[in-house]
């Protein structure tokens, strides 16, 4: 089973920026997804997360500006960033509790990382 992130990259200020991430391999369900983000010198810190459920839940200074959405035909899920600002860059991550089929049991994982830069 693997999360694999996608999008990131430079995007101006005030503009918008959509990141994905997909899980691949032989699963079950997926329940909680979420991105974190990490900028230098920082902890990582939630940025947004979704629930199996639907339920969503923002960092204070995504709130707004941030939409985390999941598609769980596709075990997908997407962040997508409007109005950015030069504090948004960072490297972000995705996250999600995973149901492995082989195992009956949940499991986290971790994309590999995904930079955005915001410059102003």
């Known amino acids: 089973v693997q999360l694999q992130a996608s999008g990131g990259g430079l995007v101006q200020a005030g503009g918008s920026q959509r990141l994905s991430c997909a899980v691949s391999?032989?699963?079950?369900?997926?329940?909680?997804w979420a991105w974190y983000r990490q900028a230098p010198g920082n902890q990582r810190e939630l940025v947004a997360r979704?629930?199996?459920?639907?339920?969503?839940k923002y960092a204070a200074s995504a709130e707004g500006r941030f939409t985390i959405s999941r598609d769980n035909a596709r075990n997908t899920m997407n962040l997508l960033m409007n109005s950015l600002k030069p504090e948004d860059t960072a490297v972000y991550y995705c996250?999600?509790?995973?149901?492995?089929?082989?195992?009956?049991?949940?499991?986290?994982?971790w994309g590999q990382g995904t930079l955005v830069t915001v410059s102003s």
């Open positions: 391999g032989s699963i079950f369900s997926i329940n909680d």
């Open positions: 996250y999600a509790e995973v149901g492995i089929r082989r195992l009956s049991s949940w499991q986290d994982f």
């Open positions: 979704i629930t199996g459920g639907g339920i969503t």
